[in-house]
């Protein structure tokens, strides 16, 4: 299982006093170096954190880029130009603190979703675990989609892990290739690894906050292991 580190939160830092500094690019290196298969981004709209010169200098580096954003015309002319490895649409609300939930899955994403992959980007549905939506997701011909982990991440319920679960079966069944993602800490992927069939867990809160007292490669080498 690959393990994605989302560094937005290195430019959440940065952003909080308008300064140069933390660098995500130079965040992302230490995850490279941490053990790392791909750094993840979100260009918000707003973009209140990683901004349009952190994404151009995250893609120049040697490894996986997956680029979280919105499904609308600017944030498409953006990712058709950069052209990362991977294209993850999600839901946006310009007040909301984090990503709070999956798409709600509609035929206008087609048209997105195709332009993307006609020019060899990946495209990977962050939807909630539920089988409509995956079925829908199979409809509108992404190759991957994201499971949002949220939900369980809060309640760590046997009901939500059994949910994700049954969603991973649906999504392979039907020809999905599955990623997951969102709230996902040391203490709570357990769980998480135990179900058969998701290629790549996009983690990024839990390890700049584990940073803070060991270091960011080492937060990394150490969520490396808990999936090993």
Known sequence: MRLGVN????????????EAFPDPVEAAK??????????????????????????KRLRQLPTRLDMEMAATDEMLKIALKIKPDMVTLVPEKRREVTTEGGLHLTSKLKKTIDKLQDKGIDVSLFIDPDLKQVEEAAVLGARFIEIHTGRYS???????IRK???????????????NAGHGIDYNNIGPILKIPGIEELNIGFSIIVRAVFVGIRQAVEEMREAIR
Do not use: P, S, Y
Request: charged share 35%.
């Open 30 to 55: 230490e995850c490279i170096a941490g053990g790392a298969d791909g750094i993840v981004c979100h260009l918000r709209e707003d973009r209140r954190h990683i901004n349009d010169r952190d994404l």
């Open 164 to 178: 994700i679960g049954t969603a991973v079966q649906k999504a392979r069944l039907i020809g999905l290739r599955i």
């Open 7 to 18: 560094v937005d939160h290195i430019a959440t830092l940065r952003q909080a006093r308008l």
């Open 154 to 160: 809060r309640r760590l319920g046997d009901r939500e």
